[in-house]
């Protein structure tokens, strides 16, 4: 475990699409990363994030073979996790009726908050990480028997960086902010 501060992690985080392939990420090492994940707030407290965790040569291959060649090709030498949220509940009260007109927005907004913490505690680790949106939802949910009741929303890549790129350009406070 690192010591690295919040401000480093931020800083130092980047999507990584290239892996040291001589080195494993470990179930371990997931739980951990999941560990943060959890600590992250949601709506109401309803914690309706998934994850499916591939480690292993064979569950890595699986969930692979759900991503489009480029997202393979990005993703060699990592531990996949498959990101999910339980559908209806997030943003709905107990009837089922959407609380706002975000309904299940909530949702993937949680799951988002949740993933944020999961990169970042990656960082921390000395891990890399590759967010992947761009994969077939439904080849997933049928390979790993994610229930119906789940939308599937991202694959998340984490291994050994084997480059350390440069920040992409970011947004200064005066381009995003409007003060009333």
């Not at 991202?154 to 480059?163: E, F, H, K, L, R």
Request: net charge neutral; aromatic share 6%.
């Amino acid at each position: 475990m690192s010591n690295m501060s919040l401000t480093d992690a931020l800083r130092g985080r980047r999507s990584i699409r290239h892996y040291d392939t001589a080195r494993s990420v470990t179930r371990e090492q997931v739980e951990q990363l999941i560990d943060s994940a959890i600590l992250a707030p949601s709506w109401k407290n309803s914690q309706t994030a998934r994850y499916y965790c591939a480690v292993t040569h064979r569950a890595v291959a699986k969930v692979s073979a759900c991503l489009p060649e480029f997202n393979r090709n990005n993703c060699r030498g990592a531990a996949l996790i498959v990101t999910a949220f339980e559908s209806n509940r997030a943003g709905f009260d107990r009837q089922g009726n959407p609380d706002n007109e975000c309904g299940n927005g909530w949702g993937y907004y949680d799951l988002g908050l949740h993933n944020e913490n999961l990169v970042l505690q990656a960082q921390a680790m000395g891990l890399g990480t590759l967010i992947m949106g761009i994969r077939d939802g439904e080849a997933l949910r049928a390979a790993l028997d994610i229930p119906e009741s789940q939308t599937v929303v991202s694959v998340i890549a984490v291994g050994y960086p084997a480059d350390n790129p440069d920040m992409p350009k970011r947004k200064s406070n005066a381009d995003i902010i409007t003060w009333i």
